[in-house]
């Protein structure tokens, strides 16, 4: 076999096809511009639907490319040998124009001449044939003509031999795969290449398009008979030099080595470090992709935002497992643009972008990240021996306090062999949804409308920032009135003029500042002469009763309150100052958010 890197293997696939006069064409995007039933592109013929369904493809019949493609079906399986969230789908496609006989005969020669590899080593599956399309007799007859032994022709059916369509709809047929044998004895006597025992590994893939799946699940058949094509491009290389791991191959190399570098770890060295390389080396590789796609996205709660979000925190978390410096994550996706930035140009038009969403996703959860694992600890701590599963309740707690995903939590819970109780979670993420919407609606009368979470902490940032505002832009500044939703808070205060941008941005510093040094906030109950003389601020004097609650964070704030407050400044995330206008004469109104 030709050990070829991954440079060599996306070169010789390209030349090749070309030579069989394909046009090559560029990666597509990874966020489908057409399909609304899936997230991100997750195969070469995703973005060529169009010309599958008959469309004419400005290129010609006979196209081949290198596509970028992300699947997220596996993300809590990253970190074994095998799995990646993104991975790079070389293809050549057929528009109505050859069918089985090239497409087969082609795959062979490449496999066989260019790559090398010794036909022994080779075994293939053709569709088994059901009510939908007949057994494919046509593609074992080739295969065997062109080398294959009758015994490594195995006949699969759909469950294994069907592909497609990429979402809910669209072109799909029998396929025709590609494996190498390990060499591995067989695990059975039943052993063939749909069984997991790791004998056969998939390589290529030569879809026979005729169909498209409808709405109502039936398959109806297409203009045009294609051909598309899929051969992953890591395991290929991994196969191709006889690694054990796509992890092994020049494509993670560098991230690998920086790793090793930055924590001082060694990469095999440890079942858990060795875990934790693979899982940042995905996850960045895949974020990195993500941001820098042409039509990137940043993180955020909902679709392809959310499943970004979730791999950074992933390597977050697994970055804290190795020790590595903060910037460390930042420094791996640099990595990867200098690495990608001649295939892929735009990670290069778009590091800044990359770095700077990398770098602020980061920071939100490595603040809250330390006390959600405290916090996760401690009620693991508390569930009786007998009860092996997480509320819904305290679920929700580490996602609204401590920004952990749901997903994170369960695999934090599956390490200690406990469950999370989901529907607990749901009912608990919508119940706070539905209080959110009342909450909105609802004004803030010297003690809390809203007592949720959300609420809570936002009154913290509201006693931080008015003790900001007296520090920094005046010190007689007073509160006039406060108003918090589960989103936002709204402080109005007197002053008799604009506070500045550079003010502002002194004031989100300080607030950020006191998030930062995560102090505790403390609360004690006195007489209200006591709470005075320790220099507590208070507006509201005619409203306290004998005894008052005096909230303490650090040297950052002193102020009467009736709570609630969150217990710590970390639980805060990163404060934001969305807004800054005049209220009324004389008094100005600041509206302002935290940001996860
Ligand atoms: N669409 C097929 C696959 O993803 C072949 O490209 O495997």
């Not at 082609?106 to 022994?120: D, N």
């Not at 700077?356 to 990240?369: G, I, P, V």
Request: hydrophobic share 35%; charged share 30%.
């Amino acid at each position: 076999m030709k050990k070829l890197n991954s440079i060599d293997l996306r070169e010789a696939y390209l030349n090749f096809f070309k030579s069989k006069n394909h046009a090559v064409i560029g990666s597509a995007s990874l966020i489908p511009e057409n399909d609304p039933t899936v997230l991100f592109t997750t195969a070469g013929m995703h973005p060529l639907v169009p010309y599958l369904s008959g469309e004419k493809h400005p290129a010609g019949t006979r196209l081949t490319d290198v596509q970028k493609c992300v699947r997220t079906g596996d993300i809590d399986e990253v970190g074994d040998a095998s799995h990646c969230t993104f991975f790079e789908m070389l293809g050549n496609w057929s528009l109505g124009d050859y069918f089985k006989k090239e497409s087969i005969s082609w795959s062979y020669e490449f496999l066989t001449k260019v790559l090398e590899i010794p036909v022994e080593k080779l075994a293939v599956s053709v569709f088994a044939g059901d009510d939908d399309c007949p057994r494919d007799e046509e593609s074992a007859e080739i295969w065997h003509s062109a080398g294959i032994a009758k015994d490594r022709i195995f006949y699969l059916p759909k469950k294994n031999n069907w592909w497609g369509p990429a979402g809910e709809t669209g072109p799909c047929g029998p396929d025709t795969e590609i494996f190498i044998d390990s060499g591995a004895a067989p695990c059975s006597p039943e052993c063939s290449p749909a069984c997991n025992c790791g004998k056969y590994l998939e390589i290529w893939n030569n879809v026979f398009m005729q169909f498209r799946k409808t709405e109502q699940g039936t398959f109806e058949p297409l203009k045009q008979k294609n051909v598309d094509t899929g051969m992953g491009l890591e395991r290929t290389i991994c196969v191709l030099n006889g690694h054990s791991s796509v992890y092994e191959t020049d494509v993670f190399a560098g991230a690998i080595a920086k790793l090793e570098e930055l924590s001082g770890k060694t990469y095999g060295s440890d079942e858990q470090v060795t875990k934790a390389m693979r899982v940042i080396a995905d996850h960045i590789r895949t974020s990195t992709f993500i941001i820098g796609d042409e039509n990137g996205v940043v993180p955020g709660n909902v679709s392809q935002g959310y499943i970004l979000r979730r791999l950074i925190r992933r390597a977050v978390r697994f970055a804290r497992s190795l020790e590595l410096p903060a910037d460390a994550l930042v420094e791996i996706a640099k990595l990867y643009v200098d690495q990608y930035q001649n295939v892929y140009p735009e990670l290069l038009k778009n590091k800044d972008k990359i770095v700077d969403e990398l770098s602020k996703e980061n920071e939100r959860f490595r603040k809250t990240l330390e006390q959600g694992l405290k916090e996760f600890d401690k009620v693991v701590g508390y569930l009786p021996p007998e009860v092996k599963r997480l509320s819904g309740k305290a679920a929700f707690r580490l996602y609204d306090t401590f920004g952990f995903p749901i997903e994170m939590t369960a695999e934090l819970c599956a390490e200690k062999g406990i469950s999370v109780d989901m529907k607990g979670y749901e009912k608990a993420f919508e119940d706070h949804q539905n209080t959110s919407r009342a909450g909105a609606e609802q004004t803030f009368k010297g003690g809390l409308a809203d007592h949720a979470e959300a609420t809570s902490r936002l009154h913290t940032a509201t006693h931080l920032m008015n003790a900001g505002l007296r520090k920094l832009v005046n010190p007689d500044i007073r509160q006039r009135g406060s108003n918090i939703t589960a989103e936002r808070l709204r402080f109005d205060f007197n002053l008799d003029r604009p506070v500045t941008p550079e003010e502002i941005k002194a004031v989100e510093d300080y607030v950020n500042g006191a998030i930062k040094a995560d102090v505790e906030i403390k609360c004690e109950e006195m007489s209200v002469a006591d709470a005075k003389a320790s220099g507590a601020m208070g507006v509201f004097d005619s409203k306290y009763g004998e005894v008052v609650k005096v909230y303490t964070m650090g040297e950052y704030s002193k102020e009467i309150c009736g709570g609630p407050h969150a217990k710590r400044t970390g639980e805060l995330g990163h404060f934001k100052i969305v807004k800054e206008q005049s209220s009324s004469q004389g008094v100005r109104r600041i509206k302002a958010i935290l940001e996860y």
